[in-house]
């Protein structure tokens, strides 16, 4: 019996609902209707407007402009250590960090001499890590250095003084024959072999990714990261960093501009509802109240809004790669998430924009003005 009744009770929600869209979607057809011109400068209006503002999403926000950029600033992550051993680190990064496109590893260290703290590296490709250019000589280590474990080095700019074939003493751990010099001015590189026999103490580790993460998988790689033994602090990629601060930035100037630019064309929406003001006053007479006035006539610029909107974002995607793309400022890659972030922005704005038409329009009784 009690599952009957909850039949029946969904059967008469389900029947209350569609009455609601069937009366809704009359009162969007009364306004075809009544100013049919009108109606479809409104329409073709909202659409061309929301194609402009998937536009500006894709060349305003920082995220959409950067987004195919796989460089050091995009890509780098940092993790300082209280202390960690080569091997150990080594063997736990390869573990952790399974199923992400690692394009190397470089292993900072350093010795203290007489002289000074030299900082040193060691890179998993063998060479002078990052995207570093050559000053002179080579800044890659060959297989034959790499095997053998050979006493070289490679300098930074800073020491670009030094010739390959020159030697670079390095306190207790003797001399290393300069092979060449690149632009950076950070660590002297050597083999990573010889990195590990020397059982260099890891101060930090760089971690560059192939391909730049999403922005919704940052945090969790980020996590991931904290997790590694001895993790004092995690510095993410400063690119992605950027672009994640400058986001909600981005889509409120979005949201405002929508916002004061569709409140042009709901006047024109308006004006259709004062010549259809005779429905709403049979609605009053057959006992609604303002109240449920005001609610159908925020929920018909929410369809109309959400109709134009996704209308746009079609026409967008239909025509991305003949029209749209030619006028981008960068190179732009529109997923479905984006679509999806833009339209659910055009629709908010869109009710926001309408609460003051709709409040003032409420405000006086339909029944009373079609009476007088």
Not at 105 to 131: C, K, R
Request: net charge positive; glycine share 6%; hydrophobic share 45%.
């Amino acid at each position: 019996r009690r599952q009957r009744q909850m039949c029946i009770r969904d059967r008469y929600k389900g029947g209350e609902l569609l009455k609601h869209l069937i009366f809704l979607f009359a009162r969007i057809r009364q306004y075809y209707q009544s100013s049919r011109a009108i109606f479809c400068v409104f329409i073709v209006g909202s659409v061309l407007l929301n194609v402009l503002i998937l536009y500006m999403y894709g060349n305003t926000v920082t995220y959409m402009r950067s987004k195919k950029l796989n460089t050091p600033l995009y890509c780098k992550y940092t993790v300082n250590l209280s202390e960690a051993g080569f091997a150990e680190l080594s063997a736990e990064l390869e573990e952790r960090l399974t199923g992400y496109q690692i394009k190397d590893l470089i292993f900072h260290s350093g010795w203290e001499t007489e002289d000074g703290f030299i900082p040193l590296a060691a890179s998993q490709n063998n060479d002078a890590g990052l995207e570093w250019q050559k000053v002179k000589g080579r800044i890659a280590f060959t297989d034959s250095e790499v095997k053998s474990m050979t006493r070289c080095i490679i300098v930074p700019y800073d020491r670009s003084s030094l010739k390959p074939g020159d030697t670079l003493p390095i306190g207790e751990l003797g001399e290393f024959s300069v092979i060449g010099a690149g632009t950076f001015y950070s660590a002297n590189y050597i083999p990573s072999t010889l990195f590990e026999a020397l059982k260099l103490p890891v101060y930090y580790v760089d971690i560059l990714l192939a391909k730049r993460l999403p922005v919704e998988e940052h945090q969790p790689f980020m996590d991931k990261l904290s997790a590694i033994s001895g993790a004092s602090q995690v510095i993410p990629a400063y690119g992605v960093s950027d672009d994640i601060a400058y986001l909600p930035k981005n889509l409120a100037e979005i949201f405002i501009l929508h916002v004061f630019t569709i409140a042009a064309f709901f006047f024109l929406l308006q004006y259709i509802s004062v010549l259809n003001r005779k429905m709403d006053a049979v609605s009053e007479l057959t006992g609604a109240s303002k109240g449920t006035v005001a609610f159908y006539l925020l929920l018909e610029r929410l369809v109309l809004s959400l109709i134009t909107a996704l209308c746009a974002a079609v026409i967008h995607r239909i025509f991305y790669s003949s029209i749209f793309e030619r006028f981008n400022l960068a190179s732009i890659d529109y997923e479905l998430r984006d679509y999806c972030i833009v339209t659910v922005i055009m629709v908010l704005s869109s009710v926001v924009a309408s609460v003051p038409f709709t409040i003032s329009y409420a405000r006086r009784s339909a029944l009373k003005e079609y009476r007088q």
